[in-house]
């Protein structure tokens, strides 16, 4: 954790309201952590009595079903919080995180947290309407999930994850995006291969996917575009 200090917290949305001397007493509360790519950082059902800070790198967050299928549900790039709706209801992390690359953490001990939501009504109302606007965006994905075909979907994902350079990390491989998008692998091979011959992306190479034609690909995205 070389190099950071209490104002890397200034960056974390969640966080973003707080006074100075909040931040900094956060942070010196805190314990710093880091994970390897492939690590976990907290599983599925475990007691969440430390909220996650993520500072730098990337997480995956999935689920097993009752059937043993693992679902992944999203990714988080830090600067970031993981996993607050289990700080808040106490009933457990919603999910499994592992390192996508490697993690920059700090533990922020759950009463130190909470005790914030109580003594500032500014605060709470903050978290509360970044946790509305979360579980909306959530409600979109999972509809869009249900209702759009794979090919629309992949490109609505291609897009949300482009980089300012074009192209699009696929560190996980098509396994991650099949599970990431809720269907088979090959399912996503085969769409990846539509979009590839018709020009709106190029080959991945070295885990990444060059976009060549992200308005084309926004027509895809559309529910009417979609194959």
Not at 45 to 52: S, Y
Not at 143 to 159: H, I, M
Request: hydrophobic letters at 45%.
């Amino acid at each position: 954790m070389h190099g950071y200090d209490w104002q890397r917290l200034r960056d974390v949305p969640l966080l973003a309201p707080l006074p100075d001397p909040d931040l900094r007493r956060l942070w010196d509360a805190s314990v710093p952590r880091h994970y390897d790519t492939g690590e976990t950082l907290r599983s599925q059902g475990t007691p969440a009595d430390h909220l996650l800070v993520l500072l730098d790198g990337s997480a995956a967050a999935s689920v097993t079903t009752v059937g043993g299928r693992v679902v992944r549900f999203g990714t988080w790039t830090g600067p970031c919080a993981l996993d607050k709706v289990a700080l808040l209801d106490g009933a457990g992390h919603t999910a499994t995180f592992t390192a996508l690359a490697p993690c920059a953490v700090r533990a922020v001990p759950r009463a130190r947290f909470t005790a914030l939501l109580d003594d500032s009504a500014a605060v709470r109302a903050h978290v509360f309407r970044l946790l509305a606007t979360q579980a909306r965006t959530q409600q979109d994905r999972l509809t869009d999930t249900a209702t759009l075909p794979c090919e629309a979907r992949l490109a609505a994902w291609l897009l949300d994850a482009l980089a300012a350079d074009g192209r699009v990390e696929l560190s996980g491989g098509q396994r991650e995006l099949a599970d990431l998008l809720g269907v088979t692998r090959v399912t996503v091979n085969r769409a990846l291969s539509r979009l590839r011959h018709d020009g709106l992306i190029g080959p991945t190479e070295n885990g990444r996917i060059t976009v060549h034609a992200p308005e084309l690909l926004a027509l895809r995205a559309a529910p009417e575009g979609g194959r």
